[in-house]
């Protein structure tokens, strides 16, 4: 378990949904991280959040929103849906540690767009 | 941009030793890491090795870094079937920033 909890696990919707995915990160991390995997592109950054601030941005839809709140969880949004948007979503905080920046992932959550 | 390469497929017996290899583009990479990812599960963060590191030792694991050609690679010793997933290599260039992962190595461990 790596501390970092998502919700749901599995999410099915259709076509022109919009849907809202849940992340809170370990105890005591600032860092929040989105990422999509699908098939053909593999794990692909999304959008990164560090204490509520929008940190850096990958390849991101402009239909894909997220935030982070106070009390740092984050939430990712997906709207217009798309049948290319299912995918698995996966959320990573970071703590330092031994020098380096330590990633831990959430155990994700799978979309089903029909 | 940043590129990460990785072979899609290994297989190996039990009790062999396992080498997933791996080859980034971005010179400028700092950190490297290695994930491992069963089955309807989430990553898990396995091992990571500094540029300024060749090799680093974490029980049956064993991380190479040939930063001269930007290969990496991890070594799994006395491979089990549990040890069956697939392993991802990731990589950064400075601290707390995103991945840029590989496309993964599908370890196959045949009893």
């Known amino acids: 378990d790596s501390g970092v909890t998502q919700t749901p696990k599995h999410l099915i919707t259709a076509t022109g949904q919009r849907v809202t995915l849940r992340c809170s990160p370990r105890?005591?991390?600032?860092?929040v991280y989105w990422y999509q995997q699908s098939l053909d592109q593999g794990l692909q950054f999304l959008i990164q959040y560090y204490n509520g601030e929008e940190r850096a941005k990958g390849n991101i839809l402009e239909r894909f929103s997220a935030q982070q709140f106070p009390d740092l969880h984050s939430e990712l949004n997906l709207s217009s849906l798309e049948l290319g948007d299912s995918a698995l979503y996966f959320c990573?905080?970071?703590?330092?540690?031994?020098?380096?920046?330590?990633?831990?992932f959430g155990p994700g959550t799978r979309l089903t767009v029909t | 941009g940043e590129d990460v390469e990785q072979s899609l497929f290994l297989s190996v017996r039990e009790g062999d030793s396992s080498v997933i290899n791996c080859t980034y583009t971005d010179s400028s990479s700092t950190y490297l890491y290695w994930y491992k990812q069963e089955p309807g599960a989430g990553l898990q963060l396995l091992t990571y090795?500094?540029?300024?590191?060749d090799m680093k030792q974490d029980q049956r694991l064993t991380v190479l870094l040939n930063k001269k050609d930007k290969h990496l690679s991890l070594r799994i010793a006395d491979t089990q079937t549990g040890d069956s997933a697939i392993y991802f290599c990731?990589?950064?260039?400075?601290?707390?920033?995103?991945?840029?992962f590989g496309k993964g190595t599908r370890l196959s461990v045949i009893a």
């Open positions: 105890s005591g991390d600032l860092s």
């Open positions: 990731a990589e950064t260039s400075s601290g707390n920033t995103p991945l840029v």
């Open positions: 990573a905080s970071s703590v330092k540690a031994s020098g380096a920046y330590e990633q831990y």
């Open positions: 090795i500094f540029s300024n590191m």
